[in-house]
């Protein structure tokens, strides 16, 4: 455990300390005011409990004040306390399908994790197409990508993070100086974080969205391949802009990747030959997509999910103790609260009357809709957990959508897509903090090209948002 | 009357004779410690609360010209002129007549100094064994120290515990040689040190030579030490070098710059000290030393030289102490100039502390002393224990706090 003294002055500590205080006293505060105002005869008083519980859970969850999952517990607590809905009723949101579809993905890629496997496809990967710095580069950018597509970004860009911080070792690159391993760290963070929006499988964002949108509207629009269809264009359109931006910040200043190949080659060679039980979990894991894809809605994709880990059990490829080590399981607490907060402000008109009061006075078309939603998302998801952005801008999202006639199921993608492409700050998204935890990022090589990077990803969104999806038949007015 | 830091000084170069009637007392004949050199002193209580150590028994000891007595049931100093002072004796803690559960007496697990307790949990020294040890340092031939195995973590509580139950100390403090590692002996130390925390409401001291990162300064301080010292001992590049070889070969002298430097950015004002001893290079070069300590916001804390009879330097004559007051003085100046809290270094027998030094300047530094008073009252004490717990969990962050915030 390494310790970090901080010598600003002591006053200057207390007060960035006694913060914390503040933050709770605001919550409270909003909580309280909320409680305490006139109701306006459209808000339901079920609706004004509501409201008081989601502003103190923004506040919670915007500032960090708990952890995002305890923050959720609260919610739970609250909502039921305050009699906006029976604790019958919010518990039973645990038993989101979403929620259990999350845990299956994730005891999945705990599978992959353990028996090495995943490990092996990023060494093969890197050491077949990584000859030249350039494409050493583009192999680490897209592997961390297309991993992210079956398993949670977070756990790509950690597990990927000690691979690459050897490479930089053996190529002898050092902090802060020359390019390269800026290059490769930031190929790290965004390769995971573009690649993670693709499926519903890259991070919690998209089954937490699609578990507001169903327990709000009672509609579940996506299939597994839907889902990838509505984010491809963005998936590819960043990835080409993540490559330029990159290569042009961060112009390749090495000459050879002789030693890192070298590297490269030995480790694959002290893995071994594939062990079996890595081709069959490699194999369950191919099914179970192949599934997803072509029959997950039938079947139910928690369902294929958990059917999926019980085979893993019963042929004995994985065991529980792995399973406990590799899981967050915060996640799922974190999940089942926010879900029970979409709905109990759905349900008691509390988001309606907050969107119509808001938004609605001035909210014109659509596309603007579209724009400053995905907008509002982005920059928010810059500063916050991307978890905490879905949980707070789905409901209102929703009723938004509602009022100026704009399709609800666009909501999820228009929320949860966004909600993954913080590109620019460590606390973002857990792939930026790795990343900048190696040492070799200044605060400001993530920053400005994360900005452009997000800014892009935005202009990129809404035209996809705006042209290609109403291809799919989804278009934006409902 | 002389002031009762010159007498200090006096005392300290000289020693002291003891009068018949002590002679035979047994508080005089103290046990000689495994590591610590000042076992065969006496440790007396001057006037103004000044605490002073000084040799009995010793080669000089027996020509000093002061002469310790009991008169009606009172100590006092005796010069040859006849003046008398009154003083205090420091009688030795019982604890030091018992064993830890081991067997080891206890006193040579701690041995108490003016309400601090000195302990050596490795008992030995790596200059020694590289035949490099300071020439002033008994250490460099005390072979029934070399290669003795460190005291146990349980052995150490339970010496503190005597101590404490006995109210014969308050602090702790680990005074240690030189470690072969980056880490400069911390490692090593730093179980013994979070013991001593997590069991008892205290301060506790250390005395070690630098580590070869800066990063295990800051693990120092996070593991609960109080005051550091990295202790230079000369200035002078080449008296350094000479009688303290060990100190300039394996570790050089910058790296004790350095790592004071940044230890006082990280430690409390005032709590980050060296040694610099007067006596062994140009007084010229102690001031220097001193400027160059205060200037980085280290506390210089001077010693003066005592040749020891089993040592190198057993003839190489002590300064005149009428020679040494203007190096005190500046002392005071420099320290007082640079605004270093005097407070925590204080009651130091072997040593002319800052706020001792106020004699030599001429003086009287009111404000300091009544403040001192309040620090060794119970209440200023806990204060100050309070503070400096506060501080640390202000100050210190583990680097996975900082990266929590971005999980999930
Ligand atoms: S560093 Fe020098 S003074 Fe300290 S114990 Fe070793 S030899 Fe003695």
Known sequence: ?478 | MRSPVHLKLDLAVYGVRLGEELAKERIFSAPASARDFASRDVELILPEDIVARCPVGTRSASKSPYLLRNVDDQFVIEDDSGERTPVGVVPPPRFYNEATTAGTPMWQVGTVHAGYLSIDPATTCGFAAKGAACQFCTMQNDTSATGAAPRTVEEVLEVVRAAFDEGAAEFVYFNTGYFDSDDGGFAFLQPYVEAIKKHFDTLVALQIHPPKDNQWIDRTYAAGVDALSYAIEIHDPVALAKFCRGRSEFIGRQRYYDALEHAATIFPSGTVWSDLIVGLESLESTKEGISALTDMGVLPILSLFRPLDETELREHAPPAPESVAPVYAHLYQAVRDARINVQFMRDLGYAITPIEARFFAGEDAKLDVAVSSFYRSKIGSRAVRGLSKLRRRLRVKTVSDSFDSSRL
């Open chain 1, 1 to 478: 455990m390494d310790v970090v003294v901080d010598t600003r002055p002591l006053w200057v500590i207390l007060l960035s300390r006694s913060t914390r205080f503040l933050k709770i006293a605001l919550g409270l505060f909003v909580y309280w005011a909320i409680l305490a105002m006139d109701r306006p005869p459209d808000l339901p008083p079920e609706g004004q409990r509501a409201l008081a519980v989601f502003g103190l859970c923004v506040i919670f969850w915007a500032l960090n004040v708990i952890p995002l999952m305890i923050t959720s517990l609260l919610a739970i607590i609250l909502i039921s306390w305050t009699g906006v809905m029976s604790h019958e009723e919010a518990f039973a949101l645990f038993g989101n399908s979403a929620v259990f579809f999350i845990l299956g993905a994730f005891i999945l890629a705990a599978c992959m994790m353990k028996s090495g496997l995943s490990t092996r496809m990023s060494l093969v990967f890197l050491q077949r197409f990584g000859h030249s710095p350039r494409t050493l580069l583009i192999a680490i950018f897209l592997l961390n990508a297309f991993m992210s597509f079956f398993m949670s970004e977070h756990a790509v860009a950690a597990m990927n993070f000690p691979i690459i911080a050897e490479i930089v070792a053996v190529l002898r690159l050092r902090p802060f100086r020359g390019n390269y391993a800026k290059a490769l760290f930031i190929a790290l963070a965004w390769g995971s974080t573009i690649g993670g929006v693709a499926t519903l499988l890259g991070g919690g964002r998209a089954p937490l969205a699609l578990a507001v949108l169903e327990q709000v509207t009672d509609e579940t629009p996506y299939t597994f391949l839907s889902w990838m269809l509505h984010t491809l264009p963005v998936v590819l359109t960043m990835l080409f802009v993540g490559y330029l931006v990159i290569t042009r910040w961060f112009p390749v200043d090495v000459a050879s990747v002789k030693d890192a190949e070298v590297a490269l080659a030995q480790k694959v060679h002290d893995l071994g030959r594939t062990t079996l039980e890595q081709r069959a979990i490699g194999l369950v894991m191919i099914a179970t997509i192949g599934v997803w894809i072509v029959a997950g809605h039938e079947l139910g994709l928690a369902n294929v999910a958990l059917a999926a880990v019980v085979l893993l059990f019963l042929l004995r490829l994985v065991e529980w103790r792995d399973v406990e080590e590799y899981v967050n399981w915060g996640i799922i607490l974190m999940y089942g609260g926010a879900i029970c907060l979409g709905k109990a402000l759905a349900a008691s008109g509390g988001a309606l009357w907050l969107a119509e009061s808001t938004v609605g006075a001035w909210a014109g078309s659509p596309t603007s809709v579209v724009a400053a939603l995905s907008l509002a998302t982005w920059l928010l998801t810059e500063a916050m957990s991307n978890s905490a952005v879905v949980a707070l801008m789905m409901p209102v999202g929703l009723a938004i959508a509602e009022n100026v006639g704009l399709a609800q199921s666009l909501i999820a993608p228009i929320i949860a897509v966004p909600a993954g492409l913080a590109f620019a700050f460590p606390i973002g998204t857990p792939a930026n903090a790795i990343a900048y935890s190696s040492g070799y990022l200044r605060l400001r090589d993530l920053i400005f090209p994360g900005m452009l990077m997000g800014f892009v990803a935005w202009i990129v969104f809404n035209l996809a948002a705006n042209f290609y999806w109403p291809l799919l038949g989804s278009a934006l007015a409902g």
